[in-house]
């Protein structure tokens, strides 16, 4: 693809902007984008996205007290504003009103992380482990003893598998 400015050389840099839902696309060369340096210069930041998310969340979303945060005294406007917390403590305060956010853009409430692909394989025997102790505890709850033998077989089998990883 040649470059939309010159129309010599290949475009390497692609800019793409997204204004009132109108989508427009600037390829450029190396030259052409040094040129053209206001079309890179953005004042995108990670805080400046996340403020964004928050302003543009559904308005149905609890409310807050104007006080803000019992320990630093951050309100949640201040918080849109920066995108940052605080302290520590905001994100209890905010909680009601940052989760239906969280799960808007994730799709879940809880935070998963990322695994390292060194420890992937021990966590995930783990995280297992521990959903089958969980139903494990619900079969014996509700009486269901065979499934609860197979589930508890199952347990040590696995704890006993990643002892024989670890030596």
Not at 48 to 58: K, Y
Not at 124 to 139: F, P
Not at 140 to 153: G, P, S, V
Request: glycine share 6%.
């Amino acid at each position: 693809m040649l470059c939309d400015e010159c129309g010599k050389n290949e475009a390497k840099v692609h800019v793409t902007h997204i204004l009132n839902g109108k989508k427009s696309e600037n390829h450029l060369c190396e030259e052409c984008a040094k040129k053209n340096q206001t079309i890179l210069n953005s004042n995108f930041s990670m805080e400046n996205l996340f403020s964004a998310m928050l302003n543009n969340a559904l308005n149905t979303t609890p409310y807050l007290p104007a006080k803000g945060c019992d320990m630093c005294g951050m309100t949640y406007e201040e918080f849109k504003q920066t995108g940052k917390f605080g302290c520590s403590h905001c994100i209890d305060t905010f909680k009601p009103r940052l989760m239906p956010v969280v799960k808007n853009i994730q799709g879940h409430e809880l935070h998963r992380g990322k695994i390292p692909r060194r420890a992937g394989g021990i966590y995930k025997v783990q995280k297992d482990i521990e959903k089958l102790k969980e139903e494990l505890k619900s079969a014996i709850e509700q009486e269901e003893y065979e499934t609860a033998a197979k589930l508890r077989d199952k347990i040590r089998s696995m704890e006993s598998n990643m002892k024989k990883g670890d030596e």
